[in-house]
T-cell receptor, first 110, second 113 residues
Framework: DAGVTQSPTHLIKTRGQQVTLRCSPKSGHDTVSWYQQALGQGPQFIFQYYEEEERQRGNFPDRFSGHQFPNYSSELNVNALLLGDSALYLC?????????FGPGTRLTVT | GEDVEQSLFLSVREGDSSVINCTYTDSSSTYLYWYKQEPGAGLQLLTYIFSNMDMKQDQRLTVLLNKKDKHLSLRIADTQTGDSAIYFCAEILGSSNTGKLIFGQGTTLQVKP
């Protein structure tokens, strides 16, 4: 059984550009949450998707948006990239209270 | 408030026990978690404890919960070099099935041979 997968592994973008990150949940999981982990910090909650709707959101600006597809996979979009958006972006999937994380996408904004 | 605090660094000798401590703020959290992160990797769920429990043991791992003091600890018995990693404590805010995880800043565990 494949765990949570994310793509791409690494990404380099320029300030002002837009980026899309992808996540496939663990089999049987219907909820996807996204987290941002800055270097040396713990992950920060961005938002959570369930039944193709954003169920709750953390303290992130509207430049951060997402989507969940009927097969439960999810995308995270970030517009107008800033240098401060450089981080490891983690996707977690769950069916109940246990959240399982993917390997992350390392985004570097130059 | 949403705040989970951990000490930043712990160094132990191989074979010793390691104890990583954490304090959290939300007394309504239903579950508390320990995650492990190795360099360049995602987070691995190690164990969790339900809020009505005081202790949970899982092989070499023992979790202790003091709800009165909002204190959580993870003890790793017979620590091995492969246990070297960053350990994150997390609480879940909101309903257990729909909640968001609030993480501490992580404790780096260094295991010396």
């Amino acid at each position: 059984d494949a765990g949570v997968t994310q793509s791409p592994t690494h990404l380099i973008k320029t300030r002002g550009q837009q980026v899309t990150l992808r996540c496939s949940p663990k089999s049987g999981h219907d909820t996807v949450s996204w987290y941002q982990q800055a270097l040396g910090q713990g992950p920060q909650f961005i938002f959570q998707y369930y039944e193709e709707e954003e169920r709750q959101r953390g303290n992130f600006p509207d430049r951060f948006s997402g989507h969940q597809f009927p097969n439960y996979s999810s995308e995270l979009n970030v517009n107008a990239l800033l240098l401060g958006d450089s981080a490891l972006y983690l996707c977690a999937s769950s069916f109940d209270h246990e959240q399982y994380f993917g390997p992350g996408t390392r985004l570097t904004v130059t | 408030g949403e705040d989970v605090e951990q000490s930043l660094f712990l160094s132990v000798r191989e074979g010793d026990s390691s104890v990583i401590n954490c304090t959290y703020t939300d007394s309504s959290s239903t579950y508390l978690y320990w995650y492990k992160q190795e360099p360049g990797a995602g987070l691995q769920l190690l164990t969790y404890i339900f809020s009505n429990m005081d202790m949970k043991q899982d092989q070499r791992l023992t979790v202790l919960l003091n709800k009165k003091d909002k204190h959580l600890s993870l003890r790793i018995a017979d620590t091995q070099t492969g246990d070297s990693a960053i350990y994150f404590c997390a609480e879940i805010l909101g309903s257990s099935n729909t909640g968001k995880l609030i993480f501490g800043q992580g404790t780096t565990l260094q295991v010396k041979p």
